[in-house]
């Protein structure tokens, strides 16, 4: 993947999950401005706040169980 597609508006298909997701990573790898990554992604902090945990799960789980 490459960071133009972490960056670029997410497509309406994905869920507000996702995007949180995705803005977390962004926001986790690439030191964007928060308000920026929040308005590409189209998600709030609250967004964020619901979805964290379970980004953090996804980024912590071992290598073998991610098939």
Known sequence: MTVTALISPPS???SRQHRAWIALYS???YHRKREE???L???T???LQEF???????RCR??????
């Open 52 to 58: 964290e945990e379970s980004w953090l799960k996804l």
């Open 45 to 47: 902090e609250e967004d």
């Open 37 to 39: 990554v929040l308005r």
């Open 12 to 14: 309406s298909s994905l």
């Open 27 to 29: 926001l986790d790898s």
């Open 62 to 67: 071992p290598v073998g169980l991610a098939r």
């Open 41 to 43: 992604n189209d998600v």
